[in-house]
């Protein structure tokens, strides 16, 4: 599976909106990018996955470049509970299993 | 609401106890599952992949006789540490994907947090 490169940190003001880029320059055709995000002391929550098109859902907006090496996860209005850490997974599709990287940390402000 | 339940939410026990977490899918059938485990301030490392009816498959470097795995039905898995110690203490979290057409994502329980003293 394609290796991701996050920011390990990122901060936003609450209402507005939180951009979390992703890196994968080294993914291949049938791999796809998923995200998926921890709340503190929680299990992980599953956001939205695409292949490469632009994917859209409640909870967030997926950007994927033309060329597939790297992906943004925007939340349009972030909110206090938004705080988590952000991890980009990207795996072959049907494959169940994921490997998590170091993810990155969003804290949302007051 | 949930789908993956896992219980318990915390334990606290002494060296040497042996521990049973359990994984359960709540409206739907499991043919795997997976264990993972996290430890504080890192992320999470998947541990195993729990089949129904046969033998997990372990991670490099997981010792299979120390983190028992059971997937005896296909709604419950169970990861049973041995002769727990206080370096197994950690956070356990387990996830199951719902069968279907196209893609399911995976579902995770609210994980067990182990400490062993």
């Known amino acids: 599976d394609a290796k991701t490169t996050q920011p390990t940190s990122m901060d936003c003001a609450e209402g507005r909106a939180a951009n979390l880029p992703c890196n994968h320059s080294t993914i291949s055709g049938n791999e796809y990018v998923y995200w998926y995000r921890q709340i503190h002391s929680q299990g992980p929550q599953y956001i939205i996955h695409g292949l490469k098109n632009n994917e859209t859902n409640e909870m967030a907006s997926l950007i994927i470049t033309e060329d597939r090496k790297s992906s943004t996860l925007i939340l349009p209005h972030a909110t206090l509970r938004d705080t988590a850490v952000y991890y980009c997974i990207v795996i072959q599709g049907g494959s169940e299993k994921l490997v998590f990287g170091k993810g990155t940390k969003l804290t949302v402000n007051p | 609401g949930a789908v993956v339940s896992q219980h318990p939410s915390r334990v606290i026990c002494k060296s040497g106890t042996s521990v049973k977490i359990e994984c359960r899918s709540l409206?739907?059938?499991?043919?795997?599952m997976f264990w993972y485990r996290q430890f504080p301030k890192q992320s999470l490392m998947l541990m195993a992949t729990s089949n129904e009816g046969s033998k997990a498959t372990y991670e490099q470097g997981v010792e299979k006789d120390k983190f028992l795995i059971n997937h005896a039905s296909l709604t419950l898995s169970t990861l049973t540490v041995t002769s727990a110690h206080p370096e197994d203490s950690s956070f356990y979290i387990c996830?199951?994907?719902?069968?279907?057409?196209?893609?399911?994502?995976?579902?995770f329980g609210d994980g067990t947090r182990l400490s062993i003293l």
């Open positions: 409206d739907f059938q499991a043919t795997t």
């Open positions: 996830s199951a994907r719902r069968p279907g057409t196209g893609y399911q994502p995976q579902h």
